[in-house]
Each structure stands twice: as structure tokens, then as C-alpha cells.
């Protein structure tokens, strides 16, 4: 069954600490990937998504997420974390070919310190 | 009111009750979603709806119910409901039901059951 994994449950960062969170997927096949934020009390919003293309994605705030299909990763990334991005993060993949099914990974809590 | 709205915010209930959770979308999507959302666990899609006909059931227990009327109004009724159902719900919408689309979330409805 596909599954997607965020090995890390919670983060806690200085602020100007760089971040990095990570989300394996497995499936085989060609997949769209997706990480999403929850800042506390608000809606799950897209943060970026991958469709094809540039492995590199560049999301809002800075943030950005490398697809890389050998390890069937997709990393989020950050180079200087802010108070602002104390959130919960998450990974989703959505196994292409008309499926309507995303499959989300458990979130990772980011938690940084001011 | 502008995105994804859901009512109540939080309900508890007993295991005998029936009750229902609306959500609305304003962005003139044609997909609406139903998550589950329990403590350390992934986000479980439930339904979906494209133009108003379900076209996924992951597996739901009978005692959730979907009804779509139209594209703007999802509901989930709920009837004989177990503590262990107790968890966030979730509604999303989106342009279409498809790998391409960009999933929009609501705040969602905190259920307990008693």
C-alpha cells in the first residue's frame, strides 16, 4: 500500500537555524507531491507542490523542496527559520494517473524558539 | 465568507445520537473531500465527491454518511458513532477531483463522542 513517511515528529529551532524536514513516499509510479502548513488555529494551506519539471520547488515563504526520485524523497527545506514558521508541516503524495486519492504523511511539529 | 467554512466547530455527542457536519465552499470548486484527522495519525481521506457524485469511499464505516447537493455543500451524517471516531474532520474542496489539483481545507469539526 502507499504510504508516506515524516521521520521527524517534532522540531525545535533557534530562530536563524536552518531547517530541514523530511517525507519519503513509496510508490513506483509517477507521483505529485505536496507539503502543506498548519499555523496554530488556522487551515491547512499549500505551502508547494511538485508536478513535474525542476526537482527543485520554491515555495511561499521561502521555503523550498527537493524531489528526489532515486530516494523517493521530498525534503522541505528553509535556509533561515523565523518565530512566524512555528507550524505543523505536511508531507502529501498523490500517485498520479487519475487517482483522487492523496495519501498525507502523520505532520511533523515545528517549534521555533525566539 | 470567503474559502472553506464548516459548522459546528466542535460537537460531542452521545453514541445513540445522530448528527451532521456542513461544510460550504466558496471558491467555485467542483470537488469537495472529507477527512479524518486523529492524534499521531495521518490525515485519512474518507469521501469524495467530483460534480457531485462520490466517486471515492475509502473503506468508511456505514455509520458515516456523505451527502453532496450540489457543488458548493458537502455534509457528513453521523449516526451510532463509536468513541474511537472521536477526531478532527475535515472538509476540502478543490477545481476538480484529480492528481492535479491543489486540495483547499477548512478549519475543521472537532468531534467527541461520549
Known amino acids: 500500500a502507499q504510504s508516506v513517511s515524516q521521520h521527524n515528529h517534532h522540531v525545535i529551532l533557534s530562530e536563524a537555524a536552518s531547517l530541514e524536514l523530511g517525507c519519503n513516499y513509496s510508490y513506483g509510479g509517477t507521483v505529485n507531491l505536496f507539503w502543506y502548513v498548519q499555523y496554530p488555529g488556522q487551515h491547512l494551506q499549500l505551502l508547494l507542490k511538485?508536478?513535474?519539471?525542476?526537482?527543485l520547488v520554491k515555495g511561499i515563504k521561502g521555503f523550498e523542496a527537493e524531489f528526489i526520485k532515486s530516494k523517493f524523497s521530498f525534503n522541505l527545506r528553509k535556509p533561515s527559520v523565523q518565530w512566524s514558521d512555528t507550524a505543523e508541516y505536511f508531507c502529501a503524495v498523490n500517485a498520479g494517473s487519475g487517482t483522487y486519492k492523496y495519501i498525507f504523511g502523520t505532520g511533523t511539529r515545528l517549534k521555533v524558539l525566539a | 465568507e470567503t474559502g472553506v467554512t464548516q459548522t459546528p466547530r466542535h460537537l460531542v455527542m452521545g453514541m445513540t445520537n445522530k448528527k451532521s457536519l456542513k461544510c460550504e465552499q466558496h471558491?467555485?470548486?467542483?470537488?469537495m473531500y472529507w477527512y479524518k484527522q486523529s492524534a499521531k495519525k495521518p490525515l485519512e481521506l474518507m469521501f469524495v465527491y467530483n460534480f457531485k457524485e462520490q466517486t471515492e469511499n475509502n473503506s468508511v464505516p456505514s455509520r458515516f454518511s456523505p451527502e453532496c447537493p450540489n457543488s458548493s455543500h458537502l455534509f457528513l451524517h453521523l449516526h451510532t458513532l463509536q468513541p474511537e471516531d472521536s477526531a478532527l474532520y475535515l472538509c476540502?474542496?478543490?477545481?476538480?477531483?484529480?492528481?492535479?489539483?491543489?486540495?483547499?481545507f477548512g478549519p475543521g469539526t472537532r468531534l467527541t463522542v461520549l
Open positions: 476540502a474542496s478543490s477545481q476538480e477531483a484529480g492528481e492535479w489539483n491543489e486540495q483547499f
Open positions: 511538485y508536478f513535474s519539471g525542476d526537482p
Open positions: 471558491l467555485g470548486h467542483n470537488a
